[in-house]
């Protein structure tokens, strides 16, 4: 570990309960937030709500750097349909008229899509959802230029 950090815990514990400080903190999934907690300086990081229209936050797991969030996704039906189907012909409705068997030779899979949307939770890492809110933002800066129009 760290000197600087050995150096601190020792300040902040004594000596003596270094070694074991150490040995909890590495065993931890997030040694760095372990060591800021210890030593009195862990703030939490402020995680938006949304990350665009789409993914709205559940909850956050700091220790995993983790992110559970609801996001609105298009149902869809999996069938088998021939290779070389015209798939913009393919609809809800008519479907059933495309479909083969799975084991045919000459299928292929494809996801119809609905029309129907449905909720589902999710999970993806904290650095991931941040991006997803950076990105959601540029999309609505409005620069002066476009004002003046």
């Known amino acids: 570990m760290n000197k600087i950090i050995e150096v601190a815990l020792t300040g902040k514990f004594g000596a003596e309960a270094v070694k074991d400080l150490i040995e909890v903190i590495v065993a931890t999934p997030n040694p760095e937030m372990a060591t800021e907690i210890l030593l009195g300086i862990y703030e939490e990081p402020i995680v938006p709500e949304m990350a665009n229209a789409n993914k709205t936050l559940v909850s956050t797991n700091h220790w995993t750097r983790t992110v559970t969030y609801y996001m609105e996704v298009e149902v869809t039906k999996h069938i088998y349909i021939h290779r070389g189907a015209d798939r913009s012909l393919i609809n809800i409705d008519n479907y059933e008229e495309?479909?083969?068997?799975?084991?045919?030779?000459?299928?292929?899979?494809?996801?119809?899509?609905?029309?129907?949307?449905?909720?589902?939770?999710?999970?993806?890492?904290?650095?991931?959802?941040?991006e997803w809110y950076d990105m959601s933002l540029k999309q609505h800066i409005v620069t002066a230029k476009e004002l003046a129009v």
């Open 98 to 130: 495309f479909v083969l068997p799975y084991a045919d030779n000459d299928s292929v899979g494809y996801s119809l899509p609905t029309g129907k949307m449905q909720t589902v939770e999710k999970e993806t890492d904290l650095t991931t959802w941040l």
